[in-house]
């Protein structure tokens, strides 16, 4: 008997499929977050470490974001997804190895994060652009509310199950449920089928006259040059602080174990989901991309609070600054899909992607040096005062575009 209405998103096989491969793909990346800051820990590093762990995570990424998102439009994202998932399944199951047999060092986990960050840079353009090809553009706003929702529920449901995993059964535990999650998502990913047809794929031009194309289309849009600047900022603003200070923080100056520290990570994930269904309701003249500004600045007004070394304070504001992350999240990933023609969506969001990812390595390793050199809550000020001055610079420079009001 099918208990969901006929033209729910989840009564459709092939959304389905994707939602709960990748939904359990991310909250096993929940568990690899919290695992990884205990094993670094475990191995005597400190923030320094947490940096350059973070760091080797997202820089490899960054450099092939870009040839992510011309495979993206010269083949199918639904390989790409499923293959970039068996592939971090291999490094996963190989740094576990390492760990059961006590042969692992810096270098080597450095290494495995360098090719598992690799990978990442085909998955998420992949990741990105695949909902078009899933669902009607009438349940684009619904489809990416679920969809962006996913990459929240690693942080509220992998990080607390992580803290008690890791707690009772150790760091290894959290690593191989990461693994077993990333075989999982490759598994049914293959199942997934390609039901709509959005634009025939690049095939005859050069990769790199791919990627000028892929700039040029961002180029050209004013709109979008803004929210990548400001989006950019945001990620230096805040990544790092959140990365690298909170789990410093947290456990020097709150006193923690690793369950609590679990709860902690988890209270923006949740506000992050809660956001992402709030914006699924709001009607379409309040999803708007000054709305998403607007956000951005709310978020940082909230982020001060996380300097006062209370756990329930740093808990709610974490949670509030979530519920504004997601709600200009799904407002965001809307507006590009919609706006950007089909056959340059994967290199559009790669562009995207390589905006959003390409402060963070200055964030991690700035906050890294920071937190070593002045009290851990001024680094949660800054970075409140650096996300509100973002916001308000994106609605300075910001004008709407023809195509925008069309949508809208």
Do not use: C
């Amino acid at each position: 008997m099918n208990v969901l209405p006929k033209n729910h998103l989840l009564s459709d096989r092939n959304f389905s499929y994707f939602f709960f491969g990748q939904s359990f793909s991310t909250i096993g990346d929940g568990f690899q977050q919290l695992a990884l800051i205990y094993l670094i820990f475990d191995l005597g590093g400190g923030a320094s470490e947490l940096a350059l762990s973070q760091f080797f995570l997202i820089f490899p990424r960054i450099l092939v974001l870009l040839l992510g998102g011309v495979a993206v439009d010269r083949l199918n994202p639904k390989q790409i997804i499923w293959i970039s998932d068996l592939f971090r399944f291999v490094v996963m199951t190989l740094l576990i190895l390492f760990l059961l047999f006590g042969s692992l060092s810096f270098q080597l986990l450095y290494v495995f994060l360098i090719l598992s960050s690799i990978a990442s840079g085909f998955f998420y353009p992949a990741f990105n652009a695949v909902v078009p090809s899933l669902v009607e553009e009438k349940n684009l706003d619904q489809a990416n509310a679920w969809v962006q929702s996913i990459s929240q529920m690693a942080i509220f449901i992998g990080p607390p199950l992580a803290g008690l995993l890791v707690s009772n059964f150790g760091i290894t535990a959290g690593f191989i449920v990461n693994a077993l999650s990333y075989f999982v998502a490759a598994i049914t990913g293959l199942t997934v089928q390609m039901s709509r047809v959005v634009s025939d794929k690049i095939k005859s031009s050069s990769i790199w006259r791919d990627i000028q194309e892929g700039f040029r289309q961002v180029w050209k849009e004013q709109w979008l040059k803004v929210v990548l600047v400001v989006d950019m900022l945001g990620g230096l603003a805040v990544v790092g602080p959140l990365q690298i200070t909170l789990p410093v923080y947290s456990e020097r100056t709150l006193d923690i174990d690793p369950a609590q520290m679990g709860f902690i990570v988890a209270a923006f994930g949740i506000g992050s989901t809660l956001g992402m269904i709030i914006a699924a309701k709001l009607k379409a003249e309040l999803k708007t991309i000054r709305s998403f500004f607007l956000f951005e600045i709310m978020q940082g007004m909230m982020l001060f609070f996380v300097a006062i070394p209370s756990l329930w304070m740093v808990i709610v504001a974490l949670a509030i600054v979530g519920v504004f992350n997601g709600i200009s999240s799904v407002i965001i990933i809307s507006r590009i899909q919609s706006l950007v023609p089909r056959n340059r969506l994967g290199r559009t969001m790669s562009i995207v992607s390589l905006a959003s990812f390409g402060a963070v390595p200055i964030s991690q390793l700035l906050t890294g040096w920071l937190s070593n050199v002045i009290p851990l809550p001024v680094v949660f000020i800054i970075a409140s005062i650096l996300l509100i001055l973002s916001g308000l610079m994106g609605m300075m420079f910001y004008t709407k575009s023809k195509s925008e009001s069309a949508v809208m």
